[in-house]
């Protein structure tokens, strides 16, 4: 009886905390513009951290990194984006976030702020512009905060399913080698 009780709370608190998350970004900056995260996908931020190169893969997949004893991809957004690469500093961080079911890290050269926006100040994106298509494509909407705007990402399709399964595959080999020991 107890433990049902203790479950009904734990089931009050995350609901309570997915109602104070709703409107929520993180946002960061990868070139020129802004961009926006639901704050419901992201784990956590780090400081840059040394990567270890997979062969073979998309250029903007920077490799993996061992996040206190878990092995994830990590991608370069402004690779992603077809942006010219940058230098990585001491502002360049790496947002984690769970993508279907898959946790990832997004290096980003800097975090800006957690805002909210209200859902009748998320437009949807223009569709002018060639350019603007490669961001399309992970932008399903503009959120307007005052007078600047930022471009909510869908993180979903950030990631393609080659993506994904490089993720998995990383997970494998290591849990191959932990059985190993």
Do not use: W
Not at 1 to 25: C, F, I, P, V, W
Not at 38 to 53: L, P, R, W
Not at 135 to 159: A, E
């Amino acid at each position: 009886m107890a433990e049902t009780s203790e479950l009904r709370k734990l089931d009050a608190q995350n609901g309570d905390e997915h109602e104070t998350q709703k409107g929520k970004y993180m946002t960061f900056k990868s070139g020129n513009e802004y961009f926006g995260l639901k704050i419901q996908y992201v784990n956590e931020i780090i400081g840059f951290q040394s990567i270890t190169a997979i062969p073979e893969t998309e250029d903007y997949i920077k490799g993996l990194i061992n996040l206190r004893g878990k092995i994830i991809p990590v991608i370069d957004v402004r690779l992603r984006f077809k942006q010219e690469p940058f230098e990585y500093n001491d502002r360049t961080c790496i947002i984690v976030i769970n993508v279907k079911s898959t946790v990832v890290g997004l290096i980003v050269e800097k975090i800006a702020e957690v805002v909210e926006i209200e859902e009748e100040n998320i437009l949807p994106p223009p569709s002018i512009g060639r350019d603007k298509q490669t961001h399309n494509k992970y932008v399903y909407g503009i959120g307007r905060i005052g007078d600047s705007v930022k471009l909510l990402l869908d993180p979903d399709k950030l990631l393609n399913d080659e993506d994904l399964s490089i993720a998995e595959q990383a997970e494998d080999m290591i849990i191959d080698e932990e059985g190993d020991v």
